[in-house]
């Protein structure tokens, strides 16, 4: 097959992740890499130091590569973490919150779940109140941007309240690390969780696990999987030099490198904040102009992922006018939370603000073909 011949991405993909990628992420797939060869092996240790140099500059923190989806990373850092005779209490305002507690009941650890509803962050004071009243709880787990509904929680504030109670916090950042600025010793995380195919813009395939390195030491023995002990995954690579302990997906990796140094040439994560805040920016501007609200108060909102609720007058048919956008190049996501019909569009990946007046045009013309379909067929 002539690669030269082949068509390229036919939308834009307006994700939280897999999201769309430059053309030189994608190319560096081309190559085929062995899992034994000391220049791969190479390339995963820089990726796993620039990977602690993004997350704080504070010296005492390491990080380890996990196969598989986001998901599987959270699963491996929550399994590995929590003893025997630990207790998780999670913070929960939405699917991936609530996800993290069905991971612990499914693994036999005793969890609790504060939740705070979908449209709610999560109160530092709830917090101090239940770490107080509950001596048990040794871990506390939250998500930073939640994106069922696009929802940026108090990582900090809520770190300070952890670490005062002297608990191990772990923050999901799948949605967040290498787009929104933050230092992880600043925070207070002992674990922190990210993917590939997030905001640094990789493709999937693998995600990854910051650790205080104090911390990851202690770890052995404690998992619960296999495949997912993060422990044994993070001794191999420190000992063999950034071997992986079974077949390690060779090709994203590359493209990960790849995109961390597009990172750096964009100007760090601070300029990467920048363009999607501004890609957030115009695109409520833009909608809102077109008669849709958001579903949260701007305050509450983060620069990943937007939600929106369906127009209150006229017909709208998600299916529809999703299938229309994707017809003029662009895909959005479904709505996720319970309470209210909505919708959701990413502000990530290989997207600028010079991009989103198209898609503007774009959600117009939907809905001036919906509505003019509605008005012939009445």
Sequence with gaps: MDLNLMPDNPYVLLTPGPLSTSKSVRAAMFRDWCTWDAEYNDIVQAVRSRLVALATDTPGYTSVLMQGSGTFSVESCITTAVPDDGHL???????????????????????????????????????????????????????HCETTTGMLNPVEAIGSVVKEAGRIYIVDAMSSFGGIPMDMAGIGADFLVSSANKCIQGVPGFGFILARRSEMETLEGRARSLSLDAYEQWKVMEDKGGKWRFTSPTHVVRAFAQALDELQAEGGVAARHARYSENQRLLVQGLRELGFRTLLPDVLQSPIITSFLYPETGAFEFGEFYSRLKAMGYVIYPGKVTGAATFRIGTIGEFGPQDVPGLLKAVAQALDEMQGEQTVGS
């Design 89 to 143: 209490l999670v913070l929960a305002n939405g699917h991936y919150g609530e996800r993290m507690a069905r991971i612990a009941e499914r693994a036999g650890i005793q969890a609790t779940m504060l939740d705070f509803g979908e449209t709610d962050a999560v109160e530092p004071g709830v917090v101090r109140e239940e770490l107080a009243n509950d001596p048990t709880i040794s871990h506390v787990a939250v998500v």
